[in-house]
């Protein structure tokens, strides 16, 4: 969902760090580096421990310009279900001298790329086109660390927007970030993420409290969040989803049927979706993915009876947040007119939120769509949040 599966864009564009580049510029030649991977030291199937850091050889020159540090990372995370799984990722540190407690972190949360393998943004020597926000972050003085999310390179199948697995993914590459650079990171850290991040985002602060008790999280900003998209299953028997919105749901379903053995993805597909159902969700060929999307038609995603609407609903249910409390307060900014996502269902998790006591920052845009929020103020809040300034309003 943002960065259209049926467009080459840039997978979210902030406007206060707005910029892109396509995909096809993304993967283009690296430099001509080499560096040998460095095995770290931890062995222990602990969540954050290092697999693999090696330096990211072939960044983009707008970061070399910074003169910050970057590496690319495997470390160890943990799925919604609890199982182990390894993640890939990236590692950036700012030049120049940290402050006496360290480099604050700010763990992004990237929007939809793909839900293969080969869809990870750190395999890109610009992340996909979203290397200008990491310099944004990086100019603001903050280490950053940016999650590919389970399967999206580091072996192991994605489950697309599953929250919970996306937001322990968050966390965990603060952690990798952390011993990576041990002595020069803070254990304080902000999150952020938009559309399918935004739920990532807005799950690691409600998970961090229990799951990682040893870091500070001091705000979250979710940004047009994928955080209950259950209402999918009943748009698609009604034959009432976009193009672009069809584009997703076929992400929804692919990784539904490798989740849950016991899901009959006959029910939900026929036609050129079937067809093209191996292109739909690789990131390998992205001409053919937006042609084959374009094909589409509504009676070829209509679930085959309503029971196979309700099954959908309720997988789909399960992965959405809010789920419990989150310590730290959140910026929601989420617009009227998104091409994916019905601000009334956000509007629905903020209030369920509030309810369960997060203290929430709700910023509803009425005329911006989904790629076109303003975000000039993410930095400043998350600026207030690390100086312990209280929200100027919350629910």
């Given at each position: ?113 793909g839900v293969t393998n080969d869809c990870g943004p750190s395999s890109s020597p610009n992340l996909y086109g979203m290397v200008v926000m990491v310099a944004g972050y990086l100019k603001a003085g903050y280490a950053v660390a940016f999650t590919d999310y389970q399967g999206l390179g580091g072996g192991g199948k994605h489950v697309y927007l599953d929250n919970k697995s996306e937001g322990y993914n968050v966390i965990d590459a603060v952690r990798a970030l952390r ?217």
């Amino acid at each position: 969902m943002i960065h259209s599966i049926l467009r080459t864009t840039c997978t979210l564009t902030l406007a206060m760090l707005a910029g892109c580049g396509s995909q096809n510029d993304a993967v283009s030649p690296p430099a001509a580096q080499t560096a040998a991977p460095t095995a770290a030291a931890p062995v222990a199937e602990t969540p954050g421990s290092i697999v693999e850091v090696k330096p990211y050889a072939d960044i983009d020159q707008s970061i070399r310009d910074l003169g910050a540090e970057a590496l690319r990372v495997r470390y160890r995370s943990t799925s919604s279900d609890g199982q182990h799984t390894v993640v890939t990722g990236a590692l950036f540190i700012p030049a120049g001298t940290p402050p006496a407690d360290g480099w604050p972190v700010l763990s992004h949360a990237h929007g939809t790329t793909g839900v293969t393998n080969d869809c990870g943004p750190s395999s890109s020597p610009n992340l996909y086109g979203m290397v200008v926000m990491v310099a944004g972050y990086l100019k603001a003085g903050y280490a950053v660390a940016f999650t590919d999310y389970q399967g999206l390179g580091g072996g192991g199948k994605h489950v697309y927007l599953d929250n919970k697995s996306e937001g322990y993914n968050v966390i965990d590459a603060v952690r990798a970030l952390r011993n990576a650079k041990p002595g020069v990171i803070s254990d304080r850290w902000v999150a952020v993420g938009g559309s399918q991040g935004g739920g990532a985002s807005w799950s690691a602060a409600e998970q961090a409290p229990v799951y990682a008790p040893e870091l500070h999280l001091l705000g979250a900003v979710n940004a047009v969040p994928a955080a209950n998209i259950s209402g999918y299953a009943q748009m698609a028997e009604d034959k009432a989803m976009t193009p672009v919105q069809s584009a997703a749901y076929v992400a929804m379903l692919i990784t539904q049927a490798w989740a849950h053995p016991d899901f009959d993805v006959e029910q939900y597909r026929r036609g050129s979706v079937k067809t093209n159902w191996d292109v739909l969700g690789s990131c390998k060929d992205l001409a053919a993915r937006s042609a084959a999307a374009l094909q589409m038609k509504p009676d070829e995603l209509k679930p085959a009876t309503h029971e196979a609407t309700l099954k959908l609903q309720a997988n789909l249910q399960a992965l959405a947040v809010p789920q419990r409390k989150a310590d730290a307060p959140m910026l929601v900014i989420y617009v009227g007119k998104d091409e994916y996502i019905n601000s009334a269902w956000t509007k629905k998790a903020i209030e369920d939120a509030c309810k369960l006591g997060t203290k929430i920052d709700a910023d509803f845009q009425e005329d911006k769509s989904h790629g076109t929020f303003d975000g000039s103020h993410i930095l400043d809040w998350l600026h207030d949040r690390l100086e312990g300034k209280p929200l100027a309003k919350s629910c």
